[in-house]
């Protein structure tokens, strides 16, 4: 069966530093993986997919992955956070329909 | 121009009562879903439905009902609402079941019983 484990809950920097989300997945073969921003009271979006395309992703606002297919990993990183980045982060692969980690909560300091 | 469209949009009711969410998407996908987040943000899966017939049914109680009238509609009802049934529904579509197809969410419509 396939899952992904965000190893974080909550992660928490200041505007300007690195972002590093971290989700690792359990899968038979190569998945595709996603990674979804929701803001406070607000829907889903999507921020990147992998696809096996390229083992590195490029999202919306600045954000990344690299799939690490040695380490079973697929971390989301920003070189330096915003204000407007604060939100729930969800690491999520598909099969039949989307599975999604437990998300991680990212909180950006003034 | 929403894509995906749930309503109503909040729903508070009181328990034993009937209830139905509506979903539509004008994407021309032909793959719906419903997921269920709880209070601590966890979501999962409940139904799915490709060109109106149901694919996924994950362990769900009876008194949810999903109904697909065709492969732009999904809606969910729900009977005898129970206090733990208070959370977040997203429905979703997607063009194909499957995983190198993007998924586009609704804004969630957030159940309230009390």
Known sequence: AQSVTQLDSHVSVSEGTPVLLRCNYSSSYSPSL????????????LLLKYTS????????????????KSETSFHLTKPSAHMSDAAEYFCVVSLRALTFGSGTRLQVQP | ???????????????????????????????MYWYKQDSKKFLKIMFSYNNKELIINETVPNRFSPKSPDKAHLNLHINSLELGDSAVYFCASSQMTGENYGYTFGSGTRLTVV
């Open chain 2, 1 to 31: 121009d929403t894509a995906v469209s749930q309503t109503p949009k909040y729903l508070v009711t009181q328990m034993g009562n009937d209830k139905s969410i509506k979903c539509e998407q004008n994407l021309g996908h032909d793959t």
């Open chain 1, 53 to 68: 395309a390229a083992t590195l992703v490029k999202g919306i606002n600045g954000f990344e992955a690299e799939f690490k």
């Open chain 1, 34 to 45: 996603f990674w979804y921003v929701q803001h406070p009271n607000k829907g889903l979006q």
